[in-house]
T-cell receptor
Framework: EDKVVQSPLSLVVHEGDTVTLNCSYE??????LLWYKQEKKAPTFLFML????IEKKSGRLSSILDKKELFSILNITATQTGDSAVYLC??????????????FGTGTSLTVIP | NAGVTQTPKFRILKIGQSMTLQCTQD?????MYWYRQDPGMGLKLIYY???????DKGEVPNGYNVSRSTTEDFPLRLELAAPSQTSVYFC????????????FGPGTRLTVL
């Protein structure tokens, strides 16, 4: 059965700390891995990763994929209270005629304390 | 481009009542999805569709029904509401081919009393 596991489940840090969120997966026919941020509303897209070892970066957020070890990490440096959210990892598989492509992890809840 | 729209935003139902959650996308996406998210939990897939006329069950389909008569619309029907269906419901869509992400609607917060 296809599976996406995120760790830790929750995290509390102080402003200015650096955090690393993990996402491991076991799927057949892997296509891409996506990170979303969810702040009490709909998830918003952060990154899509398809190739191993290539870092995607957006401001203080960065992410990298390891397709050999089947995991990705999301780093947030110099955290701010606005980073408080649930971070969701999703893995997509190669499309088939009738199959679901997206598999979500349960998310990591990040709380940044001033 | 409105993206993915959902109505209503909030709804309170009594046990045994029925309702339809509406979802529309204007991006000409083939794939559409319905998720529910319980407090403090991740997204659970209820139903999905890979195109008009084609739907399939996800992880938690019991108590729900869907239809997909057009590319744009993917309504979710609750026939006999139960307290266990109290949740936030998100509709999403994706292109289905190529490397692409899901786009989410704003969600419907449903309470069943």
């Amino acid at each position: 059965e296809d599976k996406v596991v995120q760790s830790p489940l929750s995290l509390v840090v102080h402003e200015g700390d650096t955090v690393t969120l993990n996402c491991s997966y076991e799927v057949t026919n892997f296509r891409s891995l996506l990170w979303y941020k969810q702040e009490k509303k709909a998830p918003t897209f952060l990154f899509m990763l398809t190739s191993s070892g290539i870092e995607k970066k957006s401001g203080r957020l960065s992410s990298i994929l390891d397709k050999k070890e089947l995991f990705s990490i999301l780093n947030i440096t110099a955290t701010q209270t606005g980073d408080s959210a649930v971070y969701l990892c999703a893995v997509t598989i190669e499309p088939s005629n009738t199959g679901n492509q997206f598999y979500f992890g349960t998310g990591t809840s990040l709380t940044v304390i001033p | 481009n409105a993206g993915v729209t959902q109505t209503p935003k909030f709804r309170i139902l009594k046990i045994g009542q029925s309702m339809t959650l509406q979802c529309t996308q204007d991006m000409n996406h083939n794939y559409m999805y319905w998720y529910r998210q319980d407090p403090g939990m991740g997204l659970k897939l209820i139903y999905y569709s890979v195109g008009a006329g084609i739907t399939d069950k996800g992880e938690v389909p019991n108590g729900y029904n869907v239809s997909r008569s057009t590319t744009e619309d993917f309504p979710l029907r609750l026939e006999l509401a139960a307290p266990s269906q109290t949740s936030v419901y998100f509709c999403a869509s994706s292109h289905g081919t190529g490397y692409n992400e899901q786009f989410f609607g704003p969600g419907t917060r449903l309470t069943v009393l």
